[in-house]
């Protein structure tokens, strides 16, 4: 794999685009299938990848990657539950020095003296599913999983059956209203009976705790839920009526007093060698506790500082996960693959002999690149984390917690002396077609990503295209998932999405009807039908997700749809946009988090007959439902604004933060979209634009007039 510091501009856009698909992704497994693929390691080096790109290149943000997405579309299956405070994730950290990077920009966000203490609480990170738990006057009246963060799974019935749940809360300084958070866990001892008892049965094994929990408490029959020992944590709260105190560490100690059980490992310290200090003496205890964990969590103990932090994307400011290294094993490399995706990219896939890592079975794994298989780059270059890699050689893995490793090293000692390097296909194996490394024009560098030119005449590539539009956070169609897909695109009965929705009404006049095919019945047809007519309707960021736009994740998706509102006008501004030219194109380059290769990306998809006649026959058949404008008290609520010069009562950071939670769209450049500009001292070139366009200008004490206190 490419180093990112050696990333052209281009070649980092591209990079994130395929780094936001595969997360996503896993993110759906993991989450809302609780079957992930890959290890716990790999996916957050994913994450740590994308992030390294993003700093290097903050032009390029794009708001689908792991920055922005939290857990995984809620399954059609259970009730919906709206999470009154969103349910997000932690940032992570890998080394001592994270944790130290972790605290300083906590005190440089909040310009906190040297000399006074910060305060942070320490617990384990309990490898389990995340549950909310709402109680009105004591009360319990629902619980709610993750979800994709701001919607969850209605698991109530199930979560009662748990004898660490209390049904009622007792004690002292219990609000009116209080939604307690935590983690269901399966306990190591418990698994292993659960696993003698169905292994007495002649039934397959289960494969770990944390899988095995998810998948108890989402069961539809709670009787299932019940049998299984499940327990659970409490550390958090979300929507509360009042908080009866302010500090993290009390309010966790009040769960206890309330019914709940809260992790003993939990500590308060004052300074980064004691939070490491704790990290390490929770490592070393790991393997003798009953429950699975996979790092160390550190919160800022003080609630008032936590509101002031805020959030970003996915994660809150005042949080972060210490993980723990991964785990080793040994195994041999038998093949690699070539799979195509989407867009076009050859992956190369490890095949290996399986072989156990922490408890679980693994046998694959991604290899990324030409280049990260070869050792070398297209210059005869060394590649950092290159490794020569052979058929027939013996080979270091890791995981982290859950499922298939990553390469780790190579042992060259025990190569086979006729073993030959790899020859990466320069034909596509699917099609037929050249499979090229795109040339940078400006810096003379190639891609390291291979990719086939066939377009739509690749069956791999249309395939990976119906995928991903049916897929959890797209379309997601009930009884039409990844092997439909591949069945009704080599029947020849869906070629591109818009057929799907013409399906019923071909089917009809068809001699081979869809419920005399293998693995169809009319029972399983009807509720294929009725699925695909309930989505005739969808939210426009999922419908514009769902098109498969290059460079186009969910949360470029959901900046388009945020902007424009309507298909129509989204539509209307790509075809203005043609050119790369115009007022037009000005505003779309000029949405915040937007890049200018996604934008081009965007324009392209839509210029392209093949694919807009894909669009336009969808459009015929589908209604994408407009954004409505988000509604607040805050007078800012919907406005562009933009911050410019030195701000002295608040960071920049603090500024944005603040700006968002208020219901405004904060921008980077002023523009004739732009409603308010607060400029402080020093205030340059944006300010003479803003008074240029008559733009509403205020300084920062007009800015704390306007919205109240920080």
């Not at 780094?19 to 989450?31: F, G």
């Amino acid at each position: 794999m490419k180093d990112v510091g050696q990333l052209t501009a281009k070649e980092a856009e591209e990079e994130l685009e395929r780094l936001a698909t595969e997360i996503a992704e896993h993110d759906a497994r993991y989450h809302g299938e609780d079957a992930p693929i890959i290890s716990d390691a790999e996916y957050d080096a994913l994450r740590q990848r994308n992030k390294v790109i993003e700093d290097r290149f903050p032009e390029l943000i794009r708001k689908d990657t792991p920055s922005d997405a939290v857990g995984s579309t809620v399954q059609s299956k259970f009730e919906k539950i709206t999470h009154v405070v969103p349910m997000l994730s932690l940032d992570n950290a890998f080394t001592d020095e994270d944790v130290s990077d972790f605290v300083e920009r906590v005190k440089r966000f909040l310009r906190w003296p040297e000399t006074d203490v910060l305060a942070f609480t320490t617990e384990p990170k309990i490898d389990g599913l995340s549950l909310a738990l709402r109680y009105e006057h004591g009360k319990l009246v629902s619980a709610a999983t993750r979800g994709d963060g701001a919607v969850g799974e209605n698991v109530t019935a199930n979560a009662k059956t748990i004898s660490d749940i209390p049904h009622e809360l007792t004690g002292d300084s219990v609000p009116d209203v209080v939604e307690v958070r935590g983690e269901v866990y399966l306990g190591k001892a418990d698994f292993l009976a659960l696993n003698e008892r169905m292994e007495a049965e002649g039934k397959p094994l289960y494969v770990n705790p944390r899988n095995t929990a998810a998948g108890s408490l989402r069961q539809l029959d709670s009787a299932i839920t019940a049998s299984r020992p499940l327990k659970f944590f409490a550390y958090a709260w979300g929507d509360v009526s009042a908080l009866p105190s302010n500090s993290q560490f009390a309010m966790v100690e009040l769960f206890k007093t309330w019914g709940f059980s809260i992790n003993p490992l939990m500590g308060r310290f004052e300074n980064t060698a004691a939070l490491i200090e704790r990290y390490r003496l929770i490592e070393q205890q790991r393997s003798s506790l009953d429950y699975d964990i996979d790092g160390v969590v550190y919160k800022v103990d003080d609630l008032a500082l936590q509101s002031r932090l805020g959030f970003v994307s996915r994660s809150p400011r005042w949080a972060i996960a210490h993980k723990f290294p991964a785990e080793l094993a040994t195994t041999k490399l038998l093949d690699i693959e070539i799979q195509i995706g989407r867009t076009g990219a050859l992956s190369p896939v490890a095949r290996m002999e399986p072989v156990t890592v922490g408890g679980v079975v693994v046998s694959n794994a991604t290899l990324h690149n030409e280049d990260y298989i070869a050792g070398i780059g297209s210059k005869g270059e060394a590649i950092r984390d290159g490794k020569d890699l052979r058929v027939g050689d013996t080979v270091t893995i890791y995981r982290a917690g859950d499922v298939i490793p990553k390469v780790m090293d190579v042992d060259t000692s025990k190569r086979d002396a006729n073993s030959r390097p790899f020859v990466f296909p320069e034909i596509c194996p699917a099609c037929g077609s050249p499979a090229i490394r795109e040339k940078n024009e400006k810096t003379n560098k190639v891609d390291s990503v291979r990719r086939c030119t066939g377009g739509f005449i690749c069956p791999a590539q249309a395939v990976e295209g119906l995928k991903h539009f049916v897929s959890r956070n797209a379309y997601d169609i009930d009884g039409f998932g990844e092997k439909q897909a591949e069945a009704f695109y080599e029947w020849g009965m869906v070629m591109n999405p818009a057929d799907i929705f013409t399906l019923q009404e071909r089917d009809a006049r068809s001699l081979t009807r869809l419920e005399n095919r293998d693995g169809f019945g009319k029972t399983s047809t009807k509720k294929l039908f009725d699925a695909i007519e309930e989505r005739r309707s969808i939210d426009l960021p999922r419908f514009i997700f769902a098109l498969g736009i290059r460079h186009v994740g969910e949360g470029n998706a959901k900046l388009f749809a945020r902007h424009y509102q309507t298909m129509e006008a989204f539509l209307a501004a790509m075809d203005e946009s043609a050119g790369f030219e115009g007022d037009a194109w000005s505003e779309l380059i000029n949405i915040d988090g937007i890049g200018e290769t996604a934008a081009r990306a965007a324009v392209a998809f839509f210029a392209d007959p093949q694919r807009r006649g894909v669009v336009d026959a969808l459009l015929e058949n589908v209604t994408p439902v407009p954004v409505e404008q988000a509604t607040s008290d805050s007078p800012v609520a919907g406005k562009v604004v933009v911050f410019t010069g030195a701000l002295e009562k608040m960071t920049r950071d603090e500024a944005k933060a603040m700006a968002e939670r208020l219901g405004a769209k904060v921008a980077g450049s002023v523009s004739g979209k732009t409603d308010l500009l607060v400029a402080g001292p020093g205030a340059g070139s944006k300010l003479k634009k803003a008074t240029s366009l008559g733009v509403e200008t205020i300084d920062e004490d007009g800015w704390f007039d306007l919205v109240g206190p920080l």
